[in-house]
Nanobody, 124 residues
Framework: QVQLVESGGGLVQAGGFLRLSCAAS????????MAWFRQAPGKEREFVAA????????AYADSVKGRFTISRDNAKNTVYLEMPRLKPEDTAVYYC?????????????????WGQGTQVTVSS
């Protein structure tokens, strides 16, 4: 079992910056691919970014590529999402997810563990 706890969400003006963190329990953190998804009101959950375990490779949704950065600190069992230049359309609940694999995926159904989510609100 893996437990995920997100933090770092909040209210920020457009153009601002937030850094989300996701702390994971367990002793085999490097065996898990980690991802961030988001869900806005009335919309489906969508992929934001993902990162592999030991030797980190990352992937991003087109909507955030070149703007957001996913990273992980395996010594701290934590994955991060740095979000500069935020836009109102980034407003959503952001979820951390994990799956026991070395293969990245942008599909929510492929992830086994989920955090409770953290709200990000970007005002215009």
């Amino acid at each position: 079992q893996v437990q995920l706890v997100e933090s770092g969400g909040g209210l920020v003006q457009a153009g601002g910056f937030l850094r989300l963190s996701c702390a994971a329990s367990g002793r085999t953190f490097t065996s898990y691919a980690m991802a961030w998804f988001r869900q806005a009101p009335g919309k489906e959950r969508e992929f934001v970014a993902a990162i592999t375990g030991g030797r980190p490779y990352s992937a991003y949704a087109d909507s955030v590529k070149g703007r957001f950065t996913i990273s992980r600190d395996n010594a701290k069992n934590t994955v991060y999402l740095e979000m500069p230049r935020l836009k109102p359309e980034d407003t959503a609940v952001y979820y951390c997810a994990a799956k026991y694999t070395a293969v990245l995926s942008g599909l929510p159904r492929n992830y086994d563990y989920w955090g409770q989510g953290t709200q990000v609100t970007v005002s215009s």
